[in-house]
């Protein structure tokens, strides 16, 4: 179904006249049908996680109860993950339709580029909100919450995923095409030493190591919990955890869309040639750029705040909020309620609490 000697062809010469020699006769190629089930997931893929993360932007702006530091850097993920849909996958979606690359050599660099760009400023903000968990969970800090060190932090991830991939650009290493040819990446097969140099430090710094830090930042605040467990948790350390859960989800997930993708690009580099086949890269590949989608969902299902400013957003008739053991109903924020209505999107109504009346003799 997916594979084919004359859908091979085909490609063949379509690179060709796109100026790419990346087809190498006789390796196997998806079919037309093929192109189709990949342009379908990429159409899917483009679309939700472009709206999903744009929701998240418009909660941000809309409500100032989301704008805490801890959440500028979910905004940071956010915000690449929009980036990744609008200027990557579209090109690959195009290229899927018409069953080959479209924009030739310097496209296929600028792609590649910005999906590593834009796939390492997600995983080093990450690493930032498990240890910005660890140490708001394990250290007392008696300020209050500071803006600096996040957009500190969102300036540094930004700045180190520069650092690694602008170097192919330059001549250290490649981007070129990859998989079904219809997208760009890394060159893995790229056989040279100075390839196979880039190719480690890009997995030492950009997965090794930051897989590393977050998997010591869970170890030590997970055990930290199992520690203080027995002892009563104030509400603001409750709500603590929750956040903790919440980015501990966010990061497995993120390490389940992207493990398979790094394994096989191991594999491309240093195993034999032609060891993946077109449907073993593509696979991967979808199942990497999918962690877009995934993200948002998260936040604002496992979020208390998103998710009522989220009903609020969407005109929601009730939104029902937990204050102990009581229930109470109130009415949802809409469009056409004021700003301050608004901000209270993500606030618990106070009840009020009347003494009873003294007898008097």
Request: glycine share 6%; with cysteine.
């Amino acid at each position: 179904m997916f594979f084919g000697q004359a859908a091979m062809n085909y490609s063949l010469n379509l690179s060709e006249e796109q100026g790419h020699t990346d087809f190498t006769p006789g390796a196997e190629r998806l079919t037309p049908t093929g192109f189709i089930v990949l342009s379908v997931f990429l159409g899917f893929i483009m679309t939700f996680g472009f709206l999903n993360n744009f929701i998240v932007l418009i909660l941000f702006c809309k409500f100032k109860k989301l704008r805490t530091p801890v959440n500028m850097l979910l905004l940071n993920i956010s915000v690449s993950d929009m980036l990744v849909c609008l200027f990557g996958t579209t090109l690959s979606f195009a290229s899927s339709i018409r069953g080959h690359w479209l924009l030739g050599t310097s496209g296929c660099s600028w792609y590649g580029f910005i999906n590593s760009c834009f796939g390492i400023v997600s995983l080093i903000s990450l690493v930032i909100l498990s240890y910005d968990r660890y140490s708001t969970l394990t250290v007392y800090n008696k300020r209050g919450p500071s803006y600096r060190r996040p957009i500190v932090a969102v300036g540094g991830s930004w700045l180190y995923s520069l650092f690694w991939t602008v170097p192919p650009l330059l001549g250290w290493s490649s981007y070129d095409i990859e998989g079904a040819g219809t997208s760009c990446s890394v060159s893995w097969t790229m056989n040279s030493r100075q390839s196979h140099a880039y190719i480690i430090c890009l997995f030492i710094f950009c997965l090794g190591l930051p897989i590393l830090v977050m998997a010591y930042c869970y170890g030590r605040l997970l055990f930290a919990v199992k520690q203080v467990g027995k002892f009563r948790k104030t509400a603001a350390r409750k709500r603590e955890y929750h956040i903790l859960f919440m980015v501990l989800t966010t990061a497995a997930c993120y390490l389940l869309c992207w493990m398979p993708y790094g394994v096989v690009a191991m594999m491309a580099t240093f195993g034999p040639p032609n060891i993946i086949s077109p449907v073993a890269s593509v696979v991967p590949s979808l199942l990497a750029k999918s962690s877009t989608v995934i993200n948002p969902v998260i936040y604002i299902l496992m979020n208390k705040q998103f998710y009522r400013c989220f009903l609020a957003l969407f005109h929601c008739d009730h939104l029902s909020v937990e204050n102990g053991n009581t229930s109470i109903n109130t009415v949802a924020c809409t469009a056409q309620l004021s700003t301050e209505t608004l901000n209270q999107c993500s606030t618990t109504p106070h009840m009020k609490h009347t003494n009873p009346p003294v007898a008097t003799t």
